[in-house]
């Protein structure tokens, strides 16, 4: 009797010690990693070797060619909204305004020989991409391809497996993902199959306002004395002889004016804006998200959310200018790689985290996907996440200030964007990693959000700079 006592003894003191194993493995807490060589320097020396450009000169006799094409988004019935955990995955209640996704094919070629498709920019009104949906999408159109979501918070949820996916958009549901990589595949797919009559020669124009009135940096005032803000609006237009135009509008502040308690589908400002300029300028538009990280809109007053949204992108509108100034391009290029991250780092303490492999088991991967587009001297360069638009405001005036000895003749621009792909929480400056809310707990963006650790600013503008590189731009 005394020895089957002591064996069930044994047995429940075995088990418990399973089960707390078990916990601090897959969910910890694990100490933060902060040696910079483990965090940064060996993943971004591995990363750097992955980096593989492919640039397409455009002979004599050729132009760059281009097509575009939308398509509606249109999802299941009871499928949820994402953007507000306060919505605890309550489903959509209908439309509001359509949902979309927009491709833009470009490639080589001229108006009597072959025009080559080379990649795809996809526009599309999700919260996020996920790295599922980036790879079927990929793999059905076959070629490459750069990502974008405009970040409404009134889009589709469920597209996202996991806890995560789950707090900020619902259940995941195979249907509602599946929906979202049809629409991506129709919309290019629409492109290709009428490439004889849209993929023609094109003009390209590019022109940058910044717009400081109409954004603000909700995390912080000011940095070393200057508002730390991205506040350019930039407008990208392809013109083709038939009279056909396309305009590109990037710009960085989070699309948030429409609020939690809302339970219809919109695309929000972002969707708006896209209409004014339609209207403005002329032809189709799609919006391309900038460097969300931090960035809020300074939007007017209105009567309710929607109203305020549609005033904002009308004020986004009218700064435009009505005819950007051409630009030359005698070259396309493409950098797509997918190096892993430095080590994840979702904290619940200055110096704790939770375990990587919850992070695995709920789709967040070390996939630091990095795409960026070369037509001439713009490149537009999506980030696996809500870049920071102080980031992407330095990035693009220090390569600016590298090129300035023949900027004048070539205007080299880098335009940061958001969401290409992947998602890896917010990519903040390295100097606000420890940054304290309330002089108590982490802080939601730069703390709680920021999941590629104390090197992440490091680690992406190092991408970022060998990428410019590899495409002939220094």
């Known amino acids: 009797m005394l020895h089957c006592r002591m064996a069930r003894r044994y047995v429940v003191i075995s088990l418990v010690l399973l089960v707390l194993l078990a916990f601090v493995l897959f969910v910890g807490p694990w100490p933060t990693v902060v040696s910079e060589r483990r965090a940064v320097?060996?993943?971004?020396?591995?990363?750097?070797?992955?980096?593989?450009?492919?640039?397409?000169?455009?002979?004599?006799?050729?132009s760059l060619v281009a097509g575009w094409a939308t398509v509606p988004l249109e999802l299941p019935e009871g499928t949820p909204l994402a953007g507000?955990?306060?919505r605890r995955g309550e489903p959509a209640t209908g439309y509001h305004d359509r949902l979309e996704v927009g491709a833009l094919v470009l490639g080589t070629g001229s108006v009597t020989g072959e025009a080559v498709a080379r990649v795809a920019i996809l526009a599309s009104d999700l919260l996020v991409v996920t790295p599922r949906i980036a790879a079927d999408v990929r793999s059905r159109v076959g070629?490459?391809?750069?990502?974008?979501?405009?970040?409404?918070?009134?889009g589709p949820g469920a597209a996202m497996p996991g806890l995560i996916g789950r707090a900020f958009g619902g259940?995941?549901?195979?249907?509602?993902?599946?929906?979202?990589?049809?629409?991506?595949?129709?919309?290019?797919?629409?492109?290709?199959?009428?490439?004889?009559?849209?993929?023609?020669?094109?003009?390209?124009?590019?022109?940058?306002i910044a717009v400081p009135q109409l954004i603000r940096n909700r995390a912080r005032?000011?940095?070393?004395?200057?508002?730390?803000?991205?506040?350019?609006?930039?407008?990208?237009?392809?013109?083709?002889?038939?009279?056909?135009?396309?305009?590109?509008v990037r710009f960085s502040a989070h699309p948030t004016i429409i609020g939690a308690s809302n339970l219809e589908f919109s695309a929000g400002y972002p969707g708006f804006l896209r209409e004014a300029v339609a209207e403005r300028l002329g032809g189709d538009a799609f919006f391309l998200p900038g460097a969300m990280g931090s960035m809020s809109p300074r939007a007017p007053e209105g009567s309710d959310g929607f109203d305020r949204a549609r005033g904002y992108a009308r004020l986004l509108a009218e700064a435009l200018p009505a005819e950007p100034g051409a630009i030359e391009v005698s070259e396309l290029g493409l950098v797509d790689a997918s190096p892993r991250s430095p080590p994840l780092q979702l904290r619940i303490a200055p110096r704790l985290r939770l375990s990587?492999?919850?992070?695995?088991?709920?789709?967040?991967t070390?996939?630091?996907?990095?795409?960026l587009v070369r037509i001439g001297p713009l490149v537009f360069a999506g980030f696996p996440g809500d870049f920071s638009g102080e980031l992407g405001a330095d990035l693009r005036a220090d390569l600016r200030a590298d090129l300035r000895a023949d900027a004048a003749e070539r205007g080299a621009t880098l335009l940061p964007l958001s969401f290409s792909g992947t998602y890896l929480g917010y990519i903040s400056p390295d100097a606000y990693y420890d940054e304290l809310y309330d002089n108590t707990s982490l802080a939601y963006e730069t703390g709680i959000m920021s999941w590629t650790g104390p090197g992440q600013e490091r680690f992406f503008t190092g991408l970022a700079y060998a990428a410019v590189d590899e495409l002939g731009f220094r």
Do not use: K
């Open 356 to 364: 990587p492999i919850l992070l695995r088991l709920n789709g967040i």
């Open 171 to 208: 259940a995941y549901r195979v249907e509602v993902e599946r929906a979202i990589t049809d629409a991506m595949t129709a919309a290019v797919t629409a492109v290709l199959e009428r490439a004889g009559r849209a993929l023609r020669p094109v003009r390209m124009s590019h022109e940058a």
């Open 143 to 154: 070629m490459p391809v750069l990502f974008t979501a405009s970040h409404t918070h009134s």
């Open 366 to 371: 070390r996939e630091a996907r990095i795409t």
């Open 84 to 86: 507000y955990g306060a």
């Open 221 to 248: 005032d000011t940095t070393a004395g200057y508002p730390p803000v991205d506040d350019m609006l930039d407008l990208v237009t392809f013109d083709d002889d038939g009279g056909g135009r396309l305009s590109l």
């Open 41 to 62: 320097d060996r993943p971004l020396e591995r990363a750097l070797e992955e980096i593989e450009a492919r640039r397409w000169p455009i002979a004599e006799g050729e």
